[in-house]
Nanobody, 125 residues
Framework: VQLQASGGGLVQAGDSLRLSCAAS????????TGWFRQAPGKEREFVAY????????HYGDSVKGRFTISRDNAKSTVYLQMNSLKPEDTGVYYC???????????????????WGQGTQVTVSS
């Protein structure tokens, strides 16, 4: 499975961005999928995950109420809508797929088998 993340950019605080993660295979539709981010000098941080059928989602505390994860399995694509962006949201955003179907571990990067290359998000103050 190859994942292609896109949609990053340079924005100002308070702006919005929508990230996309396109998968190379249709079996992506049966995969729990997540977004993580990594700021310079920091560890990779959980952002959100979504159930394989879109029936549920979970968010990191720092993005709750501002970010929304969604998916379109017909397009083998997962999205991350990011609103009210803050400078502390700056980092490289990675999508991950092939998550183990155990929700309590999907907040960990080790739960995922496939990773995209990342897309840079920079939020200026």
């Amino acid at each position: 499975v190859q994942l292609q993340a896109s949609g990053g950019g340079l924005v100002q605080a308070g702006d919005s961005l929508r990230l996309s993660c396109a998968a190379s295979v249709r079996t992506f539709g049966s995969s729990y999928t997540g977004w993580f981010r990594q700021a310079p000098g920091k560890e990779r941080e959980f952002v959100a995950y979504i159930y394989w059928n879109g029936g549920g989602a979970h968010y990191g505390d720092s993005v709750k109420g501002r970010f929304t994860i969604s998916r379109d399995n017909a397009k083998s694509t997962v999205y991350l809508q990011m609103n009210s962006l803050k400078p502390e949201d700056t980092g490289v955003y990675y999508c991950a797929a092939g998550g183990a179907p155990i929700t309590r571990i999907l907040v960990s990067s080790t739960a995922y088998a496939y990773w995209g290359q990342g897309t840079q998000v920079t939020v200026s103050s």
